[in-house]
C-alpha cells in the first residue's frame, strides 16, 4: 500500500487549507484512516480519524475546526482545515490500517508493523 498525501501549504492564520492523501496498491479492506501531524521537537500526535462505518474522531486542539472525510471511489482520504492556528504547523501524515475495530490513535505505533503510514506534507501557519 502506497499512501501519497498532497496539499500542504505556508498560509496565515486563519485561513484554510484541505489536505489529500490517495491510496494505491492492495487498498482493500483498510478499515481505518486516520491523519497525524508532528511539528519539530514534539511527538507525533493523532489529529483526526474516520472508520469504515463513517465514525470520526477528532482530537480537542482541532475539535470543531478540521474535518477528516474519504472518497471510497478516488481512494482518496481528506482533511479539510478552517481557521488555522500558528499551533497547527507541523508535517502532516495520513495513516491506514485493516484492523477492525478502529484502535485510538494514540494506540497507533509508527513501528508497529500494522500501520501504512505516507510521507507527510509540510504545513505552515504564520501569525
Known amino acids: 500500500v502506497q499512501l501519497v498525501e498532497s496539499g500542504g501549504d505556508s498560509v496565515q492564520s486563519g485561513e484554510s487549507l484541505r489536505l489529500s492523501c490517495t491510496a494505491s496498491?492492495?487498498?482493500?479492506?483498510?478499515?481505518?484512516l486516520a491523519w497525524f501531524r508532528q511539528a519539530p521537537g514534539r511527538e507525533r500526535e493523532g489529529v483526526a480519524r474516520?472508520?469504515?462505518?463513517?465514525?470520526?474522531v477528532y482530537a480537542e486542539s482541532v475539535q470543531g475546526r478540521f474535518t477528516i472525510s474519504q472518497n471510497k471511489t478516488k481512494n482518496t482520504l481528506y482533511l479539510k482545515m478552517n481557521t488555522l492556528k500558528p499551533d497547527d504547523s507541523a508535517m502532516y501524515y495520513c495513516?491506514?490500517?485493516?484492523?477492525?475495530?478502529?484502535?485510538?490513535?494514540?494506540?497507533?505505533?509508527?513501528?508497529?508493523?500494522?500501520?501504512?503510514w505516507g510521507q507527510g506534507t509540510q504545513v505552515t501557519v504564520s501569525s
Open positions: 496498491g492492495e487498498t482493500h479492506n483498510m478499515y481505518c
Open positions: 495513516a491506514a490500517r485493516r484492523n477492525w475495530p478502529c484502535q485510538p490513535m494514540a494506540e497507533w505505533d509508527a513501528s508497529d508493523g500494522l500501520t501504512y
Open positions: 474516520i472508520d469504515d462505518d463513517a465514525t470520526t
